[in-house]
Nanobody, 125 residues
Framework: QVQLVESGGEVVRTGGPLKLSCAAS????????MGWFRQAPGKERERVAAISWSGGNTYYADSVRGRFTISRDNAKNMVYLQMNRLKPEDTAVYYC??????????????????WGQGTQVTVSS
């Protein structure tokens, strides 16, 4: 079992930065691939970023590439999502997710086993 708790969501202005954090506990976090997902009202959940267990590989949705950065600190059991140049269309509930995966390749449609409760990000125009 992996327990995940997100934090950092808030209301920000268009163009501003925001950093989300995800604290993990439970089974060895360092052997899990991690992902950040988001879901806006009336839309399907989408993966915005993912990172391999070592942090060596990162993946981004086209809509956030160049603006968002995913990172992890295995010593602290933490995953982060730094979001810059935020847009109103980034407004959503953001979820942290984990799945045991030794591979450095994180498939785009990988099923994640563990999820946090989500944190609301609202970008005001």
């Amino acid at each position: 079992q992996v327990q995940l708790v997100e934090s950092g969501g808030e209301v920000v202005r268009t163009g501003g930065p925001l950093k989300l954090s995800c604290a993990a506990s439970g089974r060895p976090f360092s052997r899990c691939a991690m992902g950040w997902f988001r879901q806006a009202p009336g839309k399907e959940r989408e993966r915005v970023a993912a990172i391999s267990w070592s942090g060596g590989n990162t993946y981004y949705a086209d809509s956030v590439r160049g603006r968002f950065t995913i990172s992890r600190d295995n010593a602290k059991n933490m995953v982060y999502l730094q979001m810059n140049r935020l847009k109103p269309e980034d407004t959503a509930v953001y979820y942290c997710a984990a799945v045991p995966l030794n591979s450095e390749y994180v498939p785009p449609r990988l099923r994640y086993d563990y999820w946090g409760q989500g944190t609301q990000v609202t970008v005001s125009s």
